[in-house]
């Protein structure tokens, strides 16, 4: 059994910024690639970014030069620091865990960024 669960959301102004944060725990032997994907209201789920176990990035051109992800290995957490916030931005924000043994999703956070 392997449990990812995000924190960090909330409601915040435009240009404003968040830190989301994700721990994965359980049956664990090994995650290979941690991610952030999120959702809003009427669309489909959407890659945010990614970051391998070597620390290789990716990011939806969409959030580029905006949203930096960040990983901690040995703790098993990754956390995706938001900048320069913007309406289009709000979202369910869900965590991704792509383990050996499978690939396990958080329950998903919301972020709202409006005045």
């Known amino acids: 059994q392997v449990q990812v669960v995000e924190s960090g959301g909330g409601l915040v102004q435009p240009g404003g910024s968040l830190r989301l944060s994700c721990a994965a725990s359980g049956s664990i032997f090994r995650i290979e690639t941690m991610g952030w994907y999120r959702q809003a209201p009427g669309k489909q789920r959407e890659l945010v970014t990614t970051?391998?176990?070597?620390?290789?990035?990716n990011y939806a051109d969409s959030v580029k030069g905006r949203f930096t992800i960040s990983r901690d290995n040995a703790a098993n957490t990754v956390s995706l620091q938001m900048n320069l916030l913007k309406p289009g931005d709000t979202a369910v924000y869900y965590c991704n865990a792509d383990c050996v043994v499978g690939s396990y999703w958080g329950q998903g956070t919301q972020v709202t960024v409006s005045s």
């Open positions: 970051i391998t176990r070597g620390g290789s990035t």
